[in-house]
Each structure stands twice: as structure tokens, then as C-alpha cells.
């Protein structure tokens, strides 16, 4: 059994977001090279154009839970937080994904915060995110390996065992078993999970569905 949070595979950022991080074009009427930052030099139009790439990057669903999001419902995550970052990281490209919500939330995100040690986290950008977590009918999540405390940590800090997410979780589980499945039905289901629909991206937590469905083959 094995899955997480969904691996992240960035792609080259839109050209209007590379035009904004091109240090030739923060140069002040002397020569001289200007800071400029996430959070106050960004309008709203390019904050537009770049949330719209990471929400379809990440086929619409959030980078830390796994539920549907869209460009109106969700936000910008910096993943080393904004009051830690250092050389512009807060405008890179590869420092920043889609979460859910666009407002408050007590999970996520929103949980996380400004919390930050790279050492003791694990991000979805990492290539083997998929392989930290298991996840059971009752919606609740644990680490595959119980002595990975950096999971444990991560779990903590997403506060990914609140009861929402929780709910959401296993109303989503319990909807697999609404019918009687075969094992060709699972097998089948397994790959739609691992594959981008045109319109919609990957169907909302499509990883703890798929962590289900190989348990159920077992």
C-alpha cells in the first residue's frame, strides 16, 4: 500500500511570470538593481496568470490535500514561507503550488502556515511523496513506515487528521464501495486514478482512493 499527497511535477512557468523575475527589468534610474518581492510588487492580473498555471500543473487538486480546487478557490502556497525566504525564493517559480481554500481553513496549508524546516517536511515536489503515506476506510491517514518521523511531522503539521479532511476523506472511500466492484473494475479504476482527464485534471483525492483500491487487491 502506498500513496500521499500527489507528486508535483513543475513545468516551465509562464513567460508573463519569467518576464517578472528577469533582473534586468528591476533596475532603478541609476543602474542600480532593485528588490522586488511576492508581495508587494505582483498585481493582480499576473497573480491571475500564475495561480491558473499552477491549478492546471496540478490537474486541480490541491498540492498538500488532494480536494478539487480552481483559480477562484484556492491560493498561492509558498512552500518555505514567504518570511523565510531569502534572494527572491518568494517569486521562484518552483517555491509555490495551488491550496486549498481560497479563505480560511483549520488543515492544509492554512495549518501550515509559516512553519518551515526543510529537513522535516515532505513536499509534494519530492518525487517520492507517493510512497509516505497510507490511508484507511475511515478517512484517516498515518505514515506507510510508522518510524518515518518526518511523515509523522508532516501529517502534524498539515493537520491532515482533523476531522474535516477526515470526513472528506472517507465520504470519498465510501463512495468506491457503492457497488459491488470486481477486480477487473478496481484494476481499471486504478489507472483512470493515475491519468489526467481533458476538462478536469485527476479526480479529487485520487491518491487515497488508489492507496484504498490496492489495499482492497491485497
Known amino acids: ?23 534586468n527589468a528591476w533596475i532603478d534610474q541609476d543602474g542600480n538593481p532593485m528588490n522586488w518581492t511576492y508581495e508587494h510588487d505582483i498585481g493582480h492580473d499576473l497573480r491571475e496568470i500564475l495561480k491558473r498555471s499552477l ?10 490535500t488532494g480536494l478539487r480546487i480552481s483559480v ?17 525564493e518568494d517569486v521562484d517559480y518552483n517555491n509555490l503550488i495551488a491550496a486549498y481554500p481560497a479563505g480560511g481553513c483549520e488543515f492544509g496549508a492554512r495549518a501550515k502556515d509559516g512553519w518551515y524546516e526543510e529537513n522535516e517536511f515532505i513536499s509534494p515536489l519530492h518525487p517520492n511523496c507517493e510512497q509516505a503515506f497510507l490511508y484507511y476506510p475511515d478517512g484517516d491517514i498515518a505514515p506507510r513506515d510508522p518510524a518515518n518521523n518526518v511523515a509523522i511531522r508532516t501529517i502534524n503539521v498539515l493537520n491532515l487528521k482533523c476531522p474535516a479532511i477526515k470526513k472528506m476523506r ?20 486504478i489507472l483512470t486514478l493515475d491519468q489526467r482527464q481533458e476538462d478536469t485534471g485527476f479526480i479529487p483525492l485520487c491518491f487515497v482512493i488508489k492507496n484504498i483500491l490496492q489495499s482492497y487487491m491485497v
Not at 1 to 20: C, D, G, L, N, V
Open 72 to 88: 477562484e478557490e484556492s491560493h498561492v502556497e509558498h512552500i518555505k514561507p514567504q518570511n523565510r525566504c531569502v534572494n527572491h
Open 170 to 189: 472517507e465520504g470519498a472511500i465510501e463512495a468506491l464501495f457503492e457497488r459491488e466492484l470486481t477486480r477487473q473494475d478496481v484494476e481499471t479504476f
Open 1 to 23: 500500500m502506498k500513496s500521499s499527497m500527489k507528486y508535483i511535477q513543475k513545468r516551465q512557468p509562464p513567460a508573463q511570470w519569467t518576464e517578472f523575475n528577469d533582473p
Open 55 to 64: 491549478v492546471d500543473e496540478q490537474g486541480g487538486i490541491c498540492g498538500y
